[in-house]
């Protein structure tokens, strides 16, 4: 068995007088769709920020392998982002948002890299998009051009921070079989940061449940049978939407 | 709507409210329930009898919790009783029968405190502008060391925003600027029938103060406010942060451009703003004063050294550097999304413009010592 994609050891997220969460530990493996799950103001986002080296956690190590611990400094960066709201440059095209990192890493001529621009396009189902602004796009599409970014590069690992809020059913699902493809077709690791638990039951393979009162993991493995099995009443709400009172 | 009240004797009251109670008869009862409250004395019990109320909207029902939470501060206990089952369903979403928690207000903060940390934030902002100003240099000399990861095709479409686009604005700032100033000066120096030195009085503080000041001014209000804007908005879009994790540093790929561009822009424009500011005392010189061109243009050359203008100019570079760096530090630190972006916009001109002024007097100050 190879290294796992990205190990996460005891890790303390919060700013200097909150904590978040406390002594978090786990493991993505290769290939894997890995979910983190939570309520709202667990801190999921802030887990996220440190994977991708945006921000330094209170303590605690991660490690990407091949890199180390994620560090923007040094130049290409071994992996793809897909922010919350896409994040796309509002002055550049979407042609010109997915060649930004191309055009800055890579030597290739200006002509392969928009070959290589409208594949990934294409890829993502927004072949004919090329030359639009965001600002001209609906909310799935700027999620597709997002993703299409992300994988400019070529990276193995790709973390995504709620995909699929705000979309609707129709472009969700479609997302969804996006990232089934990513990760079946091209064997990526996809590490998705979401509440949304429909989306997760389709295409996730392993997950943790992060809890704000205990400031702690309090599940983790597969989704599906966290739902039908887990014993901690916390959990079960969780992963089966009841209410708090229930 | 109506209220009573009778005061029994073991020193517990009772309100009664009846009817409709509604937002539109809120004013009204929430008058009479803080006129009974006031009366009630600490430690005692008061039952709010709401038996004989038909129906009640969310607005009274949240007034009753309030003057419990209040009353519950003076130790008073208040409690809602008798509610018909629809009404108790209301008084439940509104907790209205759990205990209240007393919140704390903050304490008001003195005077003296604001002052304070008022003061404190003015040098911690003063602080991280030089730190920023730092980083800047940092990613300039790793710019310098390998040109090729610079972001220089966005150099010349901001010079282009900022100066070409400002041009038309300078032109007329500077030539009113040299025009009031020639007018001023003209009618005190007429008195001595020396009105041939409207020339050295225009083209002295044109150069040396008011051209390169108005011209930053100006600068800062159009490019500083976009640039503080832009920033801002990439900032609470989160596409900084995309930047970074696609290994573009955002001060190479943003500020960078920026602060060439204006430290290419600024001089020139300050030269032209020299040039009609002027023009513009000329404007008053020869109709107002009846001077003639040739007259005005001898007793400028006279008057104005190259110094003056060139004194001016390197000014004008320290200014540019003030205001591209100001105002990418301020859209950096916006949070608070599209609110945040306009606080932070505002934020940056005002600190420009102190700025601005501060590095001017420094300038004046020490040109006059060393005798420049
Ligand atoms: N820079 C910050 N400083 C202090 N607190 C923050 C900061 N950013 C977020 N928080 C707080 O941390 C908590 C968790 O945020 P976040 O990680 O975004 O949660 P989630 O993504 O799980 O909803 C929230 O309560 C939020 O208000
Ligand atoms: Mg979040």
Known sequence: ?246 | MSTAGDASADASTSFALQGHLTLATAAETWRALQERARAVASGSRIAVDLSAVESMDGGTMALLVQLRAELAARGVRAELTGAREAVQALVHLYSGDVAPVSGKRAPHEGTLAQIGRGTIEFFLETLRILGFLGDMLLSALGVLREPKTGNWKDVVPTMERTGANAVPIVVLINFLVGFVMAFQGANQLRQFGASIFVADLVGVSITRELGPLMTAIIVCGRSGAAFAAELGSMRVSEEIDALRTMGFGPMRYLVLPRTVALVLVMPILTLLGDFVGILGGMAVGIGGLGLTFQGYLIETRKAVVLWDVSSGLVKSVVFAIAISLIACQQGFATTGGAEGVGRRTTSAVVSTLFALIVIDACFTMFFHAFNL
Request: glycine fraction near 10%; include cysteine.
């Open chain 1, 1 to 246: 068995m190879s290294a796992p994609a990205l190990t996460v050891t005891g890790l303390t997220m919060g700013w200097d007088d909150v904590v978040l969460q406390q002594d978090a530990t786990f493991e993505v493996a290769r290939r894997e769709v890995f979910a983190v799950l939570g309520g709202s103001g667990c801190g999921k986002s802030t887990l996220l920020r440190y994977m991708i080296g945006l921000d330094a956690p209170l303590a605690g190590t991660i490690v990407i392998d091949g890199i180390g611990s994620p560090d923007l400094d040094v130049g290409r960066p071994p992996y793809g982002v897909m922010f919350q709201s896409g994040a796309l440059f509002g002055g550049l095209t979407v042609a010109e948002n997915v060649a930004l990192q191309l055009e800055r890493w890579t030597t290739l001529p200006a002509d392969a890299i928009s070959a290589i621009v409208r594949a990934k396009l294409r890829l993502v189902g927004l072949e004919g998009a090329e030359e639009k602004l965001p600002a001209e796009l609906s909310g799935g599409m700027k999620k597709r051009a997002a993703i299409a970014r992300a994988m400019a590069l070529e990276p193995d690992l790709l973390f995504l921070d709620e995909p699929s809020a705000g979309l609707d059913p129709v472009s969700a699902v479609e997302l969804d079989e996006l990232f089934l493809t990513l990760s079946r077709v091209l064997g990526l690791t996809l590490v998705i940061v979401t509440h949304e638990l429909e989306s997760i039951f389709r295409i996730a393979n392993q997950c943790i449940l992060l809890d704000k009162e205990s400031k702690s993991i309090i599940g983790r493995g597969d989704p599906k049978v966290l739902r039908d099995t887990s014993t901690d009443p916390r959990v079960h709400r969780f992963m089966n939407r009841l209410p708090r009172s229930a």
